[in-house]
């Protein structure tokens, strides 16, 4: 029982992954389209001091937005800052603390943000982590369920006021959640979101994948039945050659680094779809899409079912006490 709980996830897992390489090897990159200026918006990336989070401040730093780069580490998310603001960019970077594996430390950076005043027209969940041997977080939570999903899930929250007030018809504000292609082996065990009665660090990580698909589909219809402006949209990179994979079985690097440089994606490749649902004009309007490789794709049947997306969400609430976990267009939950 134990050896089929860990060997399944991990085979469902790397299946995943060989057809992403077979999709990667006989279809080029996606390329950017020209996008509109940015300037006068404001936008946030968490984990955006290296890979592909550092590339997508940096492209809509380019466009001429404020970018609010999020991290926890000072020194890589400083020179990410000067790195961006040297080069000319028509708008500016700036770095702010945050720990995504301490719910207090989101709680903390949110206000911290909110106390400045500015608007927020662009939020990017892409701060993440994969195959991590088991963990628990100072709150007590498996380490990819946190870091992964529920950080960002308690993150949106507690800033989507300002992302409904900052966005307009015509120019909505945009919610963008990282996901992955192993969301397609993902499940949700609501009675076990914390992996305790066996513990796969594959089905984890698919496990927090499939959440923000899940959660990117309920906060969208709640947002369009409210008639607020703002979309909501999963983005997915593909197989991109970053720090991500430094957890991987020896084998499997050596693998990976006999295939990287030749079928993987670059970081600023696989950034490139984030900042194209952050700022394409055809997007404009447009929420509840899986996108990968530039175009809108059907994720896993899992993901559409509504009764789990709203018992995702309702346990979610509870898990970062949020009071009042509202209900399909019900008023937005108290984030205090």
């Known amino acids: 029982m134990w050896l089929l709980a860990v ?3 991990l085979l469902r897992l790397y299946l995943c992954g060989l057809r992403v390489l077979w999709y990667q090897m006989i279809h080029r990159s996606f390329t950017l389209p020209v996008l509109p200026k940015q300037k006068g918006r404001v936008g946030m990336v968490t984990g955006g001091t290296r890979g592909m989070g550092f590339e997508t401040a940096r492209a809509l730093a380019h466009l001429g937005m404020h970018v609010i780069i999020a991290g926890n580490e000072r020194e890589e998310g400083a020179a990410a800052v000067r790195r961006i603001n040297a080069e000319g960019a028509q708008g500016k970077a700036e770095f702010m603390f ?19 005043g500015l608007p927020l027209h662009v939020l990017v969940n ?4 994969m195959l991590v041997p088991e963990r628990r977080t100072e709150d007590g939570f498996e380490f990819h369920w946190s870091l992964n999903y529920l950080s960002h899930f308690l993150l949106t929250n507690l800033l989507l006021d300002l992302l409904q007030k900052s966005g307009r018809r015509g120019f909505c504000s945009r919610i963008i959640n990282m996901s992955s292609a192993t969301h397609y082996a993902g499940e949700i065990h609501l009675d076990d979101l914390n992996r305790r009665i066996c513990y796969s660090s594959h089905g984890a990580y ?11 589909y309920y906060l969208q219809e709640q947002l369009s039945t409210g008639g607020f402006p703002v979309t909501v949209n999963a983005v997915d990179p593909g197989m991109v050659d970053t720090a ?5 079985w020896t084998l499997a690097q050596v693998l990976k680094r006999l295939v990287a440089k030749i079928l993987f994606r670059t970081p600023a490749e696989g950034a490139s779809i984030s900042v194209y649902a952050a700022a394409a004009a ?3 309007g447009v929420g509840s899409c899986y996108l990968y490789n530039g175009l809108k794709t059907r994720s896993s049947e899992l993901s559409y079912d509504s009764e789990l997306q709203e018992q995702l969400w309702k346990k979610s609430c509870q898990l970062v006490g949020l009071q009042g976990p509202r209900g399909r267009g019900g008023p937005a939950p108290d984030a205090s």
Request: aromatic content about 8%.
């Open 244 to 248: 991500l994979y430094d957890n991987l």
């Open 206 to 216: 698919a496990q927090s994948k499939l959440a923000l698909v899940l959660f990117t």
């Open 126 to 129: 892409n701060a993440g982590t």
């Open 282 to 284: 055809e997007l404009e």
């Open 98 to 116: 945050v720990d995504l594996t301490s719910l207090a430390s989101v709680r903390h950076f949110a206000q911290s943000f909110r106390d400045r």
């Open 7 to 9: 060997l399944v996830p």
